[in-house]
């Protein structure tokens, strides 16, 4: 019983993920009207053949500034979740595999870093330096290595013990071997874990920051911008908070889907 | 006991200390001058020169940081650059408002998912279970500001039972107050909601697997006995530190949910003060919620140890 909405969950999550994918990507091949092309004839248009999402409080095609919005998000998130996987991974092998001074060490920084909110930390990253893309993808990124660190240090700490990590250390294999040659693919589940739900996080994140008017800038498009937007016509044009809202919805479902899968395993 | 409490008290102040040097360090370093902030662009060197030395800029590192630390003990957060008042007068009325904002929704993810997350795992595979299991996945995954939106179309404005972007001050209608505060109280308890019903379902079938329920079982207890005298105890461990997590990232998502529906809570002055580049009452606000959520980490571990000896050596 169990086994079977597993699967189900991963199935659906990869529709649908894959769905948003390839939305986005036909936004790179494809895009009906210029994302940041205003038409003032068009303002607030209702959704029709020629719009299908509708026309925003400056006449721009939504369905367009969605898919483009969602290129920006998915960009940043893929690239900022590269940026926290590699320093994450990197601490959290370290502290779990050298345990000792090190570990304790680096365990009370995260405990500091944990105080702090990482959303807090990324808005006062992003408000002192320009809001440029690449800025917001250094803040999420950075803000995603702690939980990051903490998760992998756990794994390697229980790898350490094992016998197989034993025998490579009395063949004489480096420190650097063992924990990326050895260890990391015995701890699989836990790492494509820790990226899913770091990914849900960063997307989250992203969405969360764009809508305080902090993150990618205006006139390019990002979800999370258009919602704060749309907030002024609820009752005039529904539609505009409607269609950005459930794209991000179903990604975000989608992953959480995937990251769930993930944990079943890990059971 | 003692001796735990003892411990936990010194990790707690030394946590704090670490926290505020780093806080007060990344607003040192950071580029950007407040004086030039201040004067802008167009002031003479001279006055530039005369500010800082009157904000105290130009003494070293070591004695502002003490400064300001032994201030905070009597809760002096120091002046506001770009009001000329102190910072404590300017954020202290809004501490009331996140504050209020966050144990509602505290109280609502406590009462909502404890009884929610007992009934799924008792009914494990009845349709009400995978209902609700199917709704909670999909809340999960709802942004907490997308709730507010929600929220506040469907409430405010379809339903009229509250005016959006009415809000309500404390000290002139609490009741009024509180009122205006239930659907932004939902919007965060709502996908923090999701989680603990999740977890807590999650922790007590895996309770239900050990050798000691099967024993009990054995010995004639009913279900609803087994449940409540034995799973539960052991199952709503990780649940209340997983609720301690969720009372710490509370004041994070309030920050986002207070301008969905337009409070003038401490997320309002930190993103002002942000982009203002008031420093001290930035300082002031991380430094207020990172004591917060130090505190109510420690005190999780503190009822942890409580609850179970074991956890204490």
């Not at chain 1, 950075?142 to 790898?159: L, N, W």
């Amino acid at each position: 019983m169990k086994k079977k909405t597993g699967k189900f969950n991963l199935i659906l999550g990869c529709i649908l993920l894959g769905g948003i994918g390839l939305f986005a990507l036909s936004g790179l091949l494809f895009m009906p009207y210029d994302p940041e092309g205003m038409d003032i004839a068009n303002k607030l248009a209702a959704p029709s053949l020629a719009h299908p999402f509708g026309c925003d409080n400056f006449g721009r095609d939504i369905f367009s500034r969605v898919q483009s919005g969602l290129l920006t998000t998915l960009g940043i998130g893929i690239s900022s979740v590269a940026l926290g996987t590699v320093l994450g991974t990197l601490l959290g092998a370290l502290m779990g595999y050298y345990a000792g001074l090190i570990d304790e060490g680096l365990m009370r920084i995260m405990d500091v870093l944990f105080a702090i909110p990482s959303i807090l930390l990324a808005l006062i990253f992003l408000s002192v330096f320009d809001s440029s893309m690449g800025n917001v993808i250094l803040a999420l990124g950075f803000s995603i290595v702690p939980s990051f660190a903490k998760m992998m240090r756990q794994e390697f700490r229980k790898q350490r013990e094992m016998e197989y990590v034993k025998v490579a250390k009395l063949f004489g294999a480096s420190d650097a071997r063992i924990l990326f040659v050895h260890i990391l693919p015995n701890v699989m589940p836990t790492f494509i874990n820790c990226i899913l739900i770091s990914f849900n996080n960063a997307v989250l994140a992203e969405a969360g920051m764009s809508y305080l008017g902090i993150g990618v800038q205006p006139p390019k498009a990002s979800l999370g911008r258009m919602l704060s937007e749309a907030q002024g016509y609820l009752t005039s044009a529904p539609f505009y908070t409607i269609f950005p809202g459930i794209i991000m919805i179903l990604m975000l479902f989608g992953f959480c889907l995937l990251s769930e899968k993930g944990s079943e395993k890990n059971a | 006991m003692g001796k735990y409490l003892l411990k936990k008290t010194v990790m707690l102040v030394l946590t704090l200390l670490a926290v505020s040097f780093v806080v007060f360090a990344i607003f040192t370093i950071l580029p950007g001058d407040p004086a030039l902030h201040k004067l802008g662009t167009q002031a003479t060197p001279e006055r530039l020169e005369a500010l800082r030395e009157s904000m105290g800029l130009n003494e070293p590192f070591m004695l502002r940081y003490l400064k300001w630390l032994s201030g905070m003990l009597v809760f002096d957060f120091g002046n506001s650059y770009s009001y000329s008042g102190s910072v404590t007068a300017l954020i202290g009325p809004k501490i009331p408002i996140n504050l209020v904002l966050s144990v509602m929704a505290l109280v609502i993810v406590c009462c909502v998912s404890i009884p929610m997350g007992i009934y799924t795992a008792k009914h494990v595979g009845g349709k009400a279970d995978k209902c609700i299991m199917a709704v909670n996945q999909f809340a999960m995954s709802v942004p907490p500001f997308l709730v507010g939106l929600f929220l506040t179309f469907v409430f405010g404005l379809t339903l009229k039972l509250f005016v959006p972007g009415g809000y309500v001050d404390y000290r002139e209608n609490f009741i009024g107050f509180i009122g205006y505060l239930i659907c932004p109280a939902i919007a965060i308890a709502l996908p923090k909601c999701a989680m603990c019903i999740k977890l807590l379902k999650a922790n007590i079938l895996e309770e239900s697997k050990k050798d000691y329920a099967r024993t009990a079982y054995s010995r004639g207890n009913s279900t609803t006995q087994m449940l409540y005298k034995h799973l539960l105890k052991n199952a709503i461990m990780p649940t209340i530190t997983f609720i301690g997590m969720v009372a710490a990232d509370m004041i994070a998502s309030g920050i986002i949910v207070e301008q969905v529906f337009g409070i003038p809570g401490l997320g309002r002055s930190l993103l002002a003060a942000i982009s203002a580049r008031d420093y001290p009452v930035v300082e002031a606000i991380v430094m207020l919620i990172a004591f917060l959520i130090v505190t109510i980490s420690a005190v999780t571990d503190v009822i942890h140890g409580i609850m179970d000896p074991r956890v204490r050596m």
